[in-house]
C-alpha cells in the first residue's frame, strides 16, 4: 500500500487561494491515475455518496475536474518530488470539505486504490 500525505489545506474567505500538495512515497509514474477528492455533505451523502471527485489527472496527461470547480482549480503533478498538486483559487464557501489525494494503478480495480489521509480546507464567506 503506497502512501499519500497531504498538507495545504488551512482555512481562507471566500474569494481566496490554496494549494493543496500530495506527496507519495513511491514514484507517481507508477500510478494510472491520480486525483483529489472531497467529502460530499448533505442530500447527497444521505443518498449514499460520502466523497467526490474533485480533479483527476491519468499517466498520459488527461485531466477532468469537476463541473462546479471548472475554471478554478487547476491539478498538475511534480514527478520528480513525487508530488500531485491542487491548486484553488477564487474559493467558495461550498468548498469546505477534506480533501483527499487518491491514486491508483489500476483504475479499474478499486483494491488497488490507494487515499491520503485528508486535509481540511475551510472557505468563509
Known amino acids: 500500500q503506497v502512501q499519500l500525505v497531504e498538507s495545504g489545506g488551512g482555512s481562507v474567505q471566500a474569494g481566496g487561494s490554496l494549494r493543496l500538495s500530495c506527496v507519495a512515497s513511491?514514484?507517481?509514474?507508477?500510478?494510472?491515475?491520480m486525483g483529489w477528492y472531497r467529502q460530499v455533505h448533505g442530500k447527497e451523502r444521505d443518498l449514499g455518496k460520502q466523497r467526490e471527485q474533485v480533479a483527476g489527472i491519468s499517466s498520459s496527461g488527461v485531466i477532468n475536474y469537476l463541473d462546479s470547480v471548472k475554471g478554478r482549480f487547476t491539478i498538475s503533478r511534480d514527478n520528480a518530488k513525487n508530488t500531485l498538486y491542487l491548486q484553488m483559487n477564487n474559493l467558495k464557501p461550498e468548498d469546505t470539505s477534506v480533501y483527499y489525494c487518491?491514486?491508483?494503478?489500476?483504475?479499474?480495480?478499486?483494491?488497488?486504490?490507494?487515499w491520503g489521509q485528508g486535509t481540511q480546507v475551510t472557505v468563509s464567506s
Open positions: 513511491r514514484s507517481i509514474f507508477s500510478f494510472d491515475a
Open positions: 487518491w491514486a491508483t494503478t489500476d483504475v479499474s480495480r478499486y483494491e488497488f486504490d490507494s
